[in-house]
């Protein structure tokens, strides 16, 4: 591979975004103030006035909140507490590589539905709800990773009734929300949960960055409790340090001035990386992210994602092929994350892509 190779392969930003001022400032003011309970143990729960902001900016009660090590932490956790082997699960497709390995190693049955461009196809949730007993419906509702589309308001509502109405659980795993380029995300499906089916995930990690490992879920407090429970005998208490940090930041106003920050640095790289795609690559299909850090690019039946990223390897760039995504399919897809990609770089990186793609197609004797 290149040595200047171009990465468009890592949901994480690049360096020259991350807040690492803040952070030290925050931390300095957090070993001050709160370094009792910073440096001690906690308990399941983690941080309480992390608990309490957190609670605060949703709208609810503290007893419905818990701080884990990242969000994924948290799905990890709710898939051990209720995903037993052969329980059926509904997933996105595509959807999050992890969310696929946490639930195989469940030994959960896995049933698909496709996105559309505005989210999951609703129908295809009732119609596997209909079949049999379905446990959680996992859904990605902003910014999707990897496929950049939204879930429409009106499905949010269709989605909640669903899981009200076969008593399943809604596991809104939202850590992009706030990650917007055109004003504020929608209503979130928690906050349309009048029955106690959903559970909220998201995370510090695209808000300040994803070291500091802290992420959260709400849901109602007796499902909270019994996961604050299971934690605390798993890990005692998530990282109480960082925690503080993190309360540090959102307390001091901090972490809106960050999230400004980034959404614009965000938004410059997103709309490089239309442009290049549009002039470059003008085959190339795809839902244009209102946030985050993903686009999926659907490209002509012909070309091979796999082979195209090996081939874009020798060309100095990379990305992630559709297959990573998907349970069957995704062949002719690839994710591009814009997060790690400076705005001035998109373009080369995308010609390189578009050079690859004409070197595949030269060797393997197709057309466009
Ligand atoms: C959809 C989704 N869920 C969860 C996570 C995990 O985030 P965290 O860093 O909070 O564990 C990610 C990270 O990329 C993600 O894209």
């Known amino acids: 591979m290149a040595t200047d190779t171009i990465s468009f392969a890592r949901g994480a930003p690049s360096a020259d975004i991350l807040p690492h001022e803040a952070v030290r400032e925050a931390a300095s003011r957090a070993l001050e103030s709160d370094w009792e309970r910073a ?14 902001w957190i609670a605060d900016l949703h709208g609810v009660e503290p007893d419905r909140v818990m701080v884990t090590n990242g969000s994924m932490e948290g799905a990890a956790l709710l898939f051990r507490h209720y995903v037993g082997s052969g329980d059926r699960v509904l997933v996105e497709q595509p959807t999050y590589d992890r969310t696929l390995l946490l639930l195989n190693q469940a030994g959960a049955e896995i049933a698909p539905a496709a996105l559309e461009s505005d989210g999951v196809e609703v129908a295809a949730v009732e119609s596997a709800a209909q079949v049999g007993p379905l446990k959680l419906a996992h859904i990605i509702p902003n ?27 809604l596991f809104e795993d939202d850590p992009y929300r706030l ?26 990690s695209k808000t300040v960055s994803p070291g500091v490992r802290v992420g959260y879920l709400v849901g109602p407090p007796d499902e909270i409790a019994a996961l604050a429970k ?13 925690e503080s940090i993190v309360w540090e930041l959102c307390r001091s106003g901090e972490l809106d001035r960050n999230i400004e920050a980034v959404n614009t640095a965000l938004r410059g ?23 985050g850090y993903f686009l999926w690019l659907d490209l002509n039946d012909d070309v091979d994602a796999a082979a195209l990223l090996d081939a874009a390897k020798e060309e100095g760039v990379t990305f992630v092929a559709g297959p990573d995504f998907m349970i069957d399919g995704g062949e002719s897809s690839i994710r591009l994350s814009f997060a790690p990609v ?27």
Request: a neutral charge; glycine letters at 10%; aromatic letters at 6%.
């Open 143 to 169: 910014f999707h990773n990897p496929a950049g589309c939204t879930l429409a308001a009106e499905k949010r509502e269709r989605l909640v009734a669903l899981a009200d109405e076969h008593g399943f659980l």
């Open 230 to 242: 299971r934690a605390g005998e798993n890990y005692i208490s998530p990282n109480m340090l960082a």
């Open 342 to 368: 400076p705005a001035d770089r998109v373009p080369e990186g995308v010609q390189r892509i578009a050079t690859a793609l004409e070197k595949l197609r030269a060797r393997t004797g197709s057309a466009a």
């Open 39 to 52: 440096l001690s143990y906690g308990t399941g729960r983690g941080h309480l006035g992390l608990c309490e």
């Open 269 to 291: 790289r997103r709309d490089a990386l239309v442009a290049a795609l549009e002039e470059k690559i003008p085959e190339a299909r795809f839902v244009v992210p209102a946030g």
């Open 179 to 204: 990650i917007s380029f055109e004003g504020p995300a929608g209503t979130t499906m928690l906050d349309m949960d009048a029955a106690g089916r959903v559970i909220h995930a998201s995370s510090f």
